[in-house]
């Protein structure tokens, strides 16, 4: 077996420019080297070896508050006599367990004067005080480890039986208040800078101080610059497409099939014998009631489908515990109205025989309507005259709008308010609340396109004619007469402006004491 080596292994230094940490100890080399076990006994050389360099190695002190001053503690046979290494496990390389073992008693006792010199060399830690001295003082004595296993401080251990911790606090004096002049103790400067070129540079976004971004304002998911830009792109998207639908159109109708198509359905066909000719006043009222009702309507329905916090809540008097929030009691409301007037509407219209102008009496319509759309597509408008009968596929769309539509908003509306019965389970798995909601909705977008599609064209295919047919009752058989009469637009213009003074008055400050009329209203 390989000895320990004489001298441990040396490292970097503690200091810049300094030597080798830990120092050499020739002292205690050479202290140990006479008092060597025999040749042939290896094994006790290599102890001795061991036990002269750990007490040439400076040893840790203990606090003061864990031994009595001058108390003594036998030495560890790991440091003395030992293999000369700490063990891991030992928290405290000072921490002695019993008396040396006899083989090393001799080289234990050689290099007590090695191990004073190297304890009292020792490293110096943190001060005790901010901005005093490190601890302990220089030149204070350090415990060391006796020969005969007793360990103390450097005037001699204790008698007695050995404590099994060493303590310096019989050994160390206290530490010396501070002076006036411990707080203007110079401080260590800042760190030397590279010795080697700069190759990065922070640059100038890096030292610019920059303003914190505010949080933008939304409209529903996207900020208004974003929706600007979403509108755009799909204004030029639609134009394309139009675009291309007009030219696809034309070409259609110049070729020799669509000229015969268009010469056997003109867009139109004959109404029943009988049907009346031109439309009643009370046709008028009902048109402008039935927008104004559906323009509050699918105002209120947005609004409670995106209103999170509602501003006040409507009870029934007969049922307090039963509550909804303003805007869901306003838009039922209108619902009523809107049901009111559509009745009225629907009994008129076959008393009065108005209903063979809407509603289909030939087969001959679904071809008529695809001429009346191609016309329509090539911006070659087809010539009618609503004042006598509308074209297919007017027909069409009025009769969806009034038979189709409108039942299915009525009915899938009234699954989903309280007029419902909640505790009918019978009728509630014939018609289940989620089928309601997948038709409500759709069913108010299709209102809404079809808002947008025939306003547009009674604007774009005569707009004097039309008002005065829907607005003022007034017409003639010939298309073009009546053609300068404004009183239709008129009317038309009263009606957007009572339009825009009940949008700007449906809001709780006039909306809540109607609402009292009818239940009680709390709000927030």
């Known amino acids: 077996m390989a000895s320990t080596p004489r001298t441990p292994r040396r490292g970097l230094p503690r200091v810049p420019g300094g030597a080798p940490w830990p120092p050499t100890a020739p002292d205690a080399t050479e202290a140990a080297a006479p008092d060597a076990a025999p040749a042939g006994d290896a094994g006790a050389g290599a102890r001795d070896e061991g036990g002269a360099v750990a007490a040439a190695l400076p040893l840790r002190q203990e606090s003061s508050d864990r031994a009595a001053p001058g108390a003594g503690a036998s030495a560890d046979p790991d440091i003395v006599g030992g293999s000369g290494r700490i063990p891991d496990d030992d928290p405290d390389p000072v921490t002695v367990s019993g008396s040396a073992a006899p083989s090393s008693a001799a080289a234990a006792a050689a290099a007590a004067p090695a191990s004073a010199t190297a304890a009292a060399a020792g490293r110096r830690g943190l001060p005790r005080e901010p901005g005093g001295e490190p601890w302990p003082p220089a030149g204070a004595p350090r415990p060391v480890v006796d020969p005969d296993g007793s360990a103390g401080s450097g005037s001699g251990g204790a008698e007695g039986p050995n404590p099994s911790r060493v303590s310096d606090s019989a050994a160390l004096p206290e530490p010396a208040a501070p002076g006036p002049d411990a707080a203007a103790a110079p401080r260590p400067g800042p760190r030397a800078p590279l010795t080697v070129p700069r190759t990065v540079w922070p640059g100038m976004a890096a030292s610019a101080p920059r303003a914190p971004r505010g949080e933008q304002r939304r409209l529903g998911p996207y900020t208004p610059l974003q929706w600007l830009g979403s509108i755009a792109v799909l204004g030029v998207f639609a134009l394309a497409l139009a675009g291309i639908a007009v030219l696809l159109a034309r070409f259609v109708l110049a070729l020799e099939p669509g000229q015969e198509f268009l010469a056997a359905f003109p867009g139109e066909y004959e109404l029943p014998e009988g049907a009346p000719v031109g439309l009643p006043v009370w046709l008028n009222w009902s048109h402008f009631l039935n927008s104004f009702f559906l323009l509050f309507i699918i105002r209120s329905g947005w609004q409670v489908r995106r209103e999170k916090r509602p501003s006040a809540f409507w009870s029934p008097r007969s049922n307090r515990k039963r509550r909804i929030s303003l805007a869901l009691w306003f838009h039922q409301a209108i619902d009523i109205l809107w049901v009111a007037n559509g009745v009225i509407f629907v009994v008129l219209l076959f008393a009065t025989g108005q209903w063979m102008r809407i509603v289909p009496t030939s087969w001959e319509v679904f071809p008529n309507a695809l001429s009346a759309a191609l016309q329509y597509v090539s911006l070659d408008w087809p010539t009618e005259n609503g004042w006598v009968a509308y074209n297919s596929l007017q027909q069409l769309s009025y009769f969806a709008i009034t038979f189709v539509a409108a039942p299915l908003a009525i009915v899938s509306g009234v699954r989903l308010s309280g007029v419902w019965p909640k505790d009918a389970e019978r009728l509630n798995r014939l018609y289940p ?30 707009a ?52 009292r009329l009818f239940g009680d209203v709390k709000q927030r």
């Not at 759709?442 to 005569?462: E, K, Q, S, Y």
């Not at 010939?478 to 949008?503: E, I, K, R």
Request: net charge positive.
């Open 464 to 515: 004097l004619r039309n008002l005065n047919h829907m607005y003022a009752a007034r017409g003639s058989v010939d298309p073009g007469a009546y053609t300068g009469d404004p009183t239709g637009l008129l009317l038309f213009a009263a009606s957007l402006l009572v339009m825009a003074v009940g949008w700007a008055a449906a809001r709780p400050a006039v909306l809540v004491p109607i609402a």
């Open 433 to 462: 609340v989620e089928w309601a909601r997948k038709i409500h909705f759709p069913v108010m977008l299709f209102f809404v396109a079809f808002i947008v599609v025939h306003v547009g064209l009674v604007l774009a295919t005569g």
